[in-house]
Structures are given as structure tokens and as C-alpha cells.
């Protein structure tokens, strides 16, 4: 009887081990979680986009919690996701910041806010990737909430919909706004 | 025959003058994970983040940091993931160690299944002794038999 109990014990380890794989399989590989949650955000100091006077730093991210959204032009996703933030501007609701990645010319990010509405407080220009690889961004769009120390404490990857916002970003937010 | 090819990702604009630097540059980014295309290094990658992540390793190196500076610093904004080789620490105990585990374990059981195959094996070779009342039977057949031929 003992001896056949033994034999089961592949068997078990083949199921833990198939089990665990097949979870793997579901879960998306290009939503890396972030090292950065609970550190302080990278210190950068980008300049202002074409056309204006003042550019983003990590200092501007202390004093009060606060969204820091990385978008591009060319970027589809950020595209589906400027509504929203647009309606969060209008809103009053938390300082969105945004981070300018990679345009190709100076223009296209202006161009770009002029054409579609502005909802970013402050905004950067980060033709190199600096900041995007100091925030360990990996696409665009990605969010970070960073609280009123300047620090980060949650990301979101891809667009945020107003499900998202909802159910997800908006209570941390009102959370670190307690602390 | 295009796989034959090396592939190059790295663009001439980005080679440093010093052929020892670049040397160094492209051993580094063959060691690092391009997060667009995953299973690419930032060196074979065309993504225009894995030529940034290039660009900031040349950078780097020029500026006077070591290799594992230059690595450390990319792992610091996007983990291990980041490396392609895993580094050996408590988080991927179970991954370094599991093959020889595997194979101890296994190794084991083979040799006790053997030994204990052989032991069993060599009950049948040696039989147990006789008992008196046997050996007295086996006489009185030998005796009789005797006397019968």
C-alpha cells in the first residue's frame, strides 16, 4: 500500500508542476511588474516641450499625490486613453504629469496636445528615453502614482479607462491622499 | 540564407571609437533582455527602446562606470527579468537548483530500486538452510533410492 503511494508521487509532482505552467501560459508577458513601487522616483530634470517655458523635474513631484502618464505621439494606445484623461483634467481631480517619450521631431508632441486637448499639469520632453529608462517604462502608455513624498507607489500599464480609474487607481489614490 | 548573417541591430551611429569600450558595450547588451521584444537581447534588438538601452550603455561606459555598474544600474529600474541569465540568489533558488535536485533524487531511487532488486534476487540464489525434519526426508530419498538402483 505504502509502495503505492510512492508511485503516485510523479504523478503529483507533474500535476504541481503542469498546474503552475498552464497559470503561466494566461498571464501576460509584457506586464513586467515594477521594481520601482515603494522607492522614491528617479531623479530627472526634463526640459520644457516645443513652446514652452517649463519642463517636468522630479522635484515638481513632491508636495501633493500626483499621476505621472508617459505618452508619445505616435503611440495608439495613448491615443484611446486621452479622452479619459482629458475628462480627469476637467475633473480637478489629481494632477496628471506627463512625460513626452521618444518623439522623432520637437513639433509632433505640441502638435499632438494642441490637436487632441492638454490634460497634463506639467510636461516633459524625453527624446532619448533618460527618464522613461529611469522609470523602467517599457511601453507606452504607463502610469505611476506617486505620493505627496515622491514616491512611487503603484503602475499602470496600458491605457487607463474609466473601469480602470474606478476600481483601481482612484482608491489608491484617495488611500495615499489619507496617509 | 539570411540566418547566416550575423545579426546586427547595433547601427554605425552608435559604435564607440574605442574598439575596447564597444567591445565591452556589446558584451553588456548581449546580456540584456530588450523589454519590447522579449526574447532578444537589446544587441539584436531593432526596437527603438533596446537602441536607447544601447545608447545609455555606451554612455555609461564612457562616463567611467564598470560593467556590472552599467548592468546593476538597468536592473535597478526593471529587475532581473532584465538579465537573460537568471542571477543565482534565494528568489531563483528553485530554478538553479531543481535540475540537480531532479537528478539526485532520481539518482537515488534508481540505486535503491536496484540494490533492493538484487538483495531480493540473491534470497532466490541462496535458499534458507534446510530444517532437521527436511534434511532427514532428503536422506530416507537417497537412502531409498539407493537401494532401488
Known amino acids: ?179 | 540564407m539570411a540566418w547566416l548573417a550575423p545579426s546586427l541591430a547595433v547601427e554605425p551611429d552608435e559604435v564607440l571609437a574605442d574598439p575596447t569600450l564597444e567591445s565591452r558595450a556589446r558584451g553588456i547588451s548581449q546580456g540584456l533582455r530588450c523589454l519590447v521584444c522579449q526574447n532578444q537581447s537589446i544587441d539584436d534588438s531593432d526596437a527603438e527602446l533596446a537602441r536607447d538601452l544601447r545608447l545609455l550603455v555606451r554612455e555609461r561606459l564612457v562616463a567611467g562606470d564598470d560593467d556590472q555598474q552599467v548592468i546593476d544600474y538597468i536592473v535597478s529600474r526593471y529587475g532581473d527579468f532584465v538579465l537573460l541569465k537568471p542571477p543565482f540568489k534565494l528568489a531563483t533558488l528553485a530554478l538553479w537548483a531543481a535540475p540537480a535536485v531532479i537528478l539526485l533524487v532520481a539518482g537515488v531511487a534508481v540505486f535503491l530500486y536496484y540494490r533492493q532488486s538484487a538483495t531480493a534476487g540473491g534470497a532466490e540464489a541462496a535458499p534458507a538452510p534446510l530444517s532437521q525434519a527436511e534434511q532427514q526426508r532428503l536422506e530416507t530419498i537417497l537412502r531409498d533410492r539407493d537401494v532401488s538402483s
Request: with cysteine; proline share 8%; aromatic share 10%.
Open chain 1, 1 to 179: 500500500m505504502s509502495k503505492r503511494v510512492l508511485y503516485l508521487i510523479p504523478l503529483a509532482v507533474f500535476l504541481a508542476m503542469a498546474a503552475y505552467f498552464w497559470r503561466g501560459l494566461g498571464t501576460n508577458p509584457q506586464t513586467i511588474p515594477s521594481v520601482l513601487i515603494d522607492t522614491p522616483v528617479p531623479a530627472f530634470s526634463l526640459p520644457p516641450i516645443d513652446g514652452r517655458d517649463v519642463g517636468l523635474s522630479s522635484d515638481d513631484l513632491k508636495g501633493q499625490v500626483s499621476l505621472v502618464n508617459i505618452f508619445g505621439s505616435w503611440c495608439v494606445a495613448c491615443r484611446i486613453e486621452h479622452p479619459f484623461l482629458m475628462e480627469l483634467r476637467a475633473s480637478d481631480t489629481v494632477p496628471i504629469h506627463g512625460i513626452d517619450w521618444r518623439e522623432k521631431n520637437r513639433q509632433a508632441g505640441p502638435s499632438w496636445l494642441a490637436r487632441h486637448g492638454d490634460p497634463y499639469t506639467l510636461t516633459g520632453d524625453d527624446p532619448d528615453s533618460k527618464a522613461a529608462i529611469a522609470f523602467g517604462v517599457t511601453g507606452a502608455p504607463e502610469t505611476f502614482i506617486v505620493d505627496a513624498n515622491g514616491v512611487i507607489r503603484y503602475k499602470q500599464i496600458g491605457p487607463i479607462t474609466a473601469d480602470i480609474w474606478k476600481n483601481q487607481l482612484w482608491p489608491i489614490v484617495q488611500k495615499l491622499r489619507g496617509e
